[in-house]
Nanobody, 114 residues
Framework: QVQLMESGGGLVQPGGSLRLSCTVSGFAFSAQTMQWYRQPPGKERELVAQITPASLSIRYADSVKGRFTISRDNTKRTLYLQMASLETEDTAVYYC???????WGQGTQVTVSS
C-alpha cells in the first residue's frame, strides 16, 4: 500500500524558513521522480518542485526559484523541501507525490503570516 506522510508545516512570519519532510512506503522510492505540490486556499493544486531519482535533474516553479530547495535521501525514503524567504503567497497545504503513482498524502499546512 502506497503511503506518503508529509510533516514540518506550521505558522511562520514573512521572511522565515521551514523544512518540510515526506516519508514514503509501499513503492520503490529510489526509482521514482518525486514532486512537491501545494494548494493555496481557494486555488488549484500546483507543482512546486520536482527531483529525479538520483537528484540529477531538479525543477522549480518560477514563483519559488531561489527560495525553495528540494532534496531527497533515498536511504531514508524521504523527500525534503527547504523553504526560505517565505511570503504570504506561500500559504498553502503542501503535498508530496511520486510522479508515476496516483496517490496523495494528507498534506501539511504552511501558513505565512505576521
Amino acid at each position: 500500500q502506497v503511503q506518503l506522510m508529509e510533516s514540518g508545516g506550521g505558522l511562520v512570519q514573512p521572511g522565515g524558513s521551514l523544512r518540510l519532510s515526506c516519508t514514503v512506503s509501499g513503492f520503490a522510492f529510489s526509482a521514482q521522480t518525486m514532486q512537491w505540490y501545494r494548494q493555496p486556499p481557494g486555488k488549484e493544486r500546483e507543482l512546486v518542485a520536482q527531483i529525479t531519482p538520483a537528484s540529477l535533474s531538479i525543477r522549480y516553479a518560477d514563483s519559488v526559484k531561489g527560495r525553495f530547495t528540494i532534496s531527497r535521501d533515498n536511504t531514508k525514503r524521504t523527500l525534503y523541501l527547504q523553504m526560505a524567504s517565505l511570503e504570504t503567497e506561500d500559504t498553502a497545504v503542501y503535498y508530496c507525490k511520486a510522479s508515476g503513482i496516483d496517490s496523495w498524502g494528507q498534506g501539511t499546512q504552511v501558513t505565512v503570516s505576521s
